[in-house]
């Protein structure tokens, strides 16, 4: 079946960097529209950053504008999120999804609407 593999979480000091990786298996890639997603604990998931299936735009929740930088490489499977200047408030785990292009809620993808979900990466800033 599909699977969406995160990586590259892990503990780093608030003003740090992290680069999150994605790569799908068994997936029609350049066919979704991905983004990254987030879940701080007690909190609803949220949406951080898109790109679409082209890797021919981008799109950022206010909160990471500048400080995050979505990519991704259609030959390889893969999407990336590298995230600069981390705040204490940018620890939550962190999930990748894949939206279908023909019906995707681009630029901002709908949790609800997600075709396929990351089990998820832990990213926690320290202050």
């Known amino acids: 079946q599909v699977q969406l593999v995160e990586s590259g979480g892990g503990l780093v000091q608030a003003g740090g960097s992290l680069r999150l990786s994605c790569v799908a298996s068994r997936l029609a890639f350049s066919n979704y529209d991905m983004g990254w997603f987030r879940q701080a604990p007690g909190k609803e998931r949220e949406f951080v950053a898109s790109i679409r299936w082209s890797g021919g735009s981008t799109y950022y929740a206010d909160f990471v504008k500048g400080r995050f930088t979505i990519s991704r490489d259609n030959a390889k499977n893969m999407v990336y999120l590298q995230m600069n200047s981390l705040k204490s408030e940018d620890t939550a785990v962190y999930y990748c999804?894949?939206?279908?292009?023909?019906?995707?809620?681009?630029?901002?993808?709908?949790?609800?609407?997600?075709?396929?979900w990351g089990q998820g990466t832990q990213v926690t800033v320290s202050s």
């Open positions: 999804a894949a939206d279908l292009k023909y019906d995707s809620t681009w630029p901002v993808l709908d949790r609800k609407r997600i075709n396929y």
